[in-house]
């Protein structure tokens, strides 16, 4: 299962903006999303916070000097605030409101910091079980980071700096000669798991960028781009349920072209898909913002619109027929003309789920062609019932050959 969907604010300051810029060319979307993964897990977050301030706190308690009173106690007002500004930033993703991402990444920084300064600290006072416990911590603390912020690897980058680079003036510090080992180890361990979290981030965006484009083609009419039929019983669900929240109609919009079938044989099927986007073409430019269209197959089209009354839903459609029918310059000196019928079922009024719709929606198209075709109809008791028949009988309409291919 699915949990609530939370959506992060993207950062707006010009070094927040920095730390999580993620390279190019990359979606907003996905720049959203690789946000969120910043913001992690509350048993993710406290694993953190317990390891560094135990690690603090006992040597604190050892060693009750000013330096290390004075880590411990910035180490926890670091993480309480921490604390805080999740979980604010967690209620306000929720309600998809503004999150304080800004300060929340500034203090993934001082969490760092706290931990270089715990180290230095450490490693300069000659107490090597003190010094053992910080830089121990302080290892574990950037694997942690390169695999937990790799969604942004320049913040990774930083944070894994300032908490381990102090070892490098921390074993000057300390005056002990093997230390000076920590002058290779130290640059070397901060290149290979900074190199890890930027190779990480990598091949993280390049699987949501195939899983997003796995999901259009899914979604979407290969030739003019519309909706598909999955992607409409989709759309249609989703809008059902917004209406029985807000009471507001839909209109579903039946659309089969007039005289299609001629040019298609005539021209072939090369002229008829080139006549087909062209349609399509004609058809978003006549959509409000909110209205959603697609093709369920051959040259059959589908509207679904917000409607407030039946008049509007015809005055719609008759916009449509009238944008649609006409001439299409084709290529190769060829041109078609082609009209369109509409057949109209509106929600909840004409049906409640998506099947209903449609079959209604078939059978005011089917009226529309019988009355001349170019014609603009809206469902009747008369439609109504001959759906009812064609469902109750498992008949395959227009509609439903469609939606079932």
């Not at 309480?80 to 306000?92: G, S």
């Not at 058809?283 to 197959?297: F, Q, S, Y």
């Not at 029918?325 to 369109?340: H, K, M, N, P, W």
Request: hydrophobic letters at 50%; one cysteine or more.
């Amino acid at each position: 299962m699915h949990g609530p969907t939370r959506i992060y604010s993207l950062p707006r300051w010009r070094l927040t903006r920095w730390l999580a810029d993620c390279g190019p060319g990359v979606p907003d979307d996905i720049r959203v999303e690789l946000i969120g993964n910043l913001f992690g897990n509350l048993p993710v977050f406290f694993g953190g916070v317990i390891n560094t301030v135990a690690v603090a706190a006992v040597i604190a308690v050892s060693q009750p000097t000013p330096l290390f009173v004075a880590w411990l106690a910035f180490e926890v007002a670091v993480c309480a605030v921490r604390l805080v500004v999740l979980l604010i930033a967690r209620r306000a993703a929720l309600k998809c409101a503004d999150t304080p991402t800004d300060i929340y990444l500034l203090l993934a920084i001082a969490w760092s910091a706290s931990v270089g300064y715990g180290v230095i600290v450490s490693m300069a006072s000659g107490d090597w079980v003190a010094a053992t416990l910080a830089c121990v911590s302080s290892a574990a603390m950037v694997g942690g980071t390169c695999f937990r912020n790799f969604s942004a690897p320049r913040l990774a980058a930083v944070m894994i700096a300032i908490s381990l680079g102090p070892t490098v003036p921390g074993a000057l510090l300390g005056g002990e000669r093997l230390l000076y080992v920590v002058f290779l180890q130290a640059p070397l361990y901060l290149y290979a798991m900074t190199a890890a979290a930027f190779t990480l981030n990598k091949m993280l965006i390049a699987t949501m960028r195939a899983e997003r484009e796995n999901n259009h083609q899914a979604r979407h009419d290969a030739l003019t781009g519309l909706l598909n039929r999955h992607g409409l019983i989709e759309a249609v669900d989703s809008g059902l349920r917004a209406a029985a929240v807000d009471g507001k109609p839909l209109a579903l919009l039946f659309l089969d072209l007039d005289s299609f079938k001629g040019v298609n044989d005539t021209c072939g099927h090369v002229v008829g898909d080139r006549l087909l986007k062209s349609v399509a073409d004609r058809l978003k430019l006549e959509l409000a913002a909110a209205d959603i269209a697609a093709r369920i197959g051959g040259d059959e089209f589908v509207v679904l619109a917000a409607a407030s009354t039946h008049e509007q839903a015809i005055a719609k459609g008759q916009r449509l027929i009238s944008a649609i029918s006409c001439t299409y310059a084709l290529g190769d000196g060829i041109t078609a003309s082609v009209g369109v019928s509409i057949g109209i079922a509106m929600a909840p009024e004409h049906g409640l789920d998506s099947e209903s719709l449609f079959a209604v929606a078939d059978a005011a198209l089917y009226e529309a062609k019988s009355g001349g075709k170019s014609q603009c109809c809206m469902a009747s008791p008369a439609t109504n019932l001959a759906a009812l028949r064609r469902l109750q009988a498992g008949s395959t309409g227009p509609a439903a050959g469609s939606m079932a291919a």
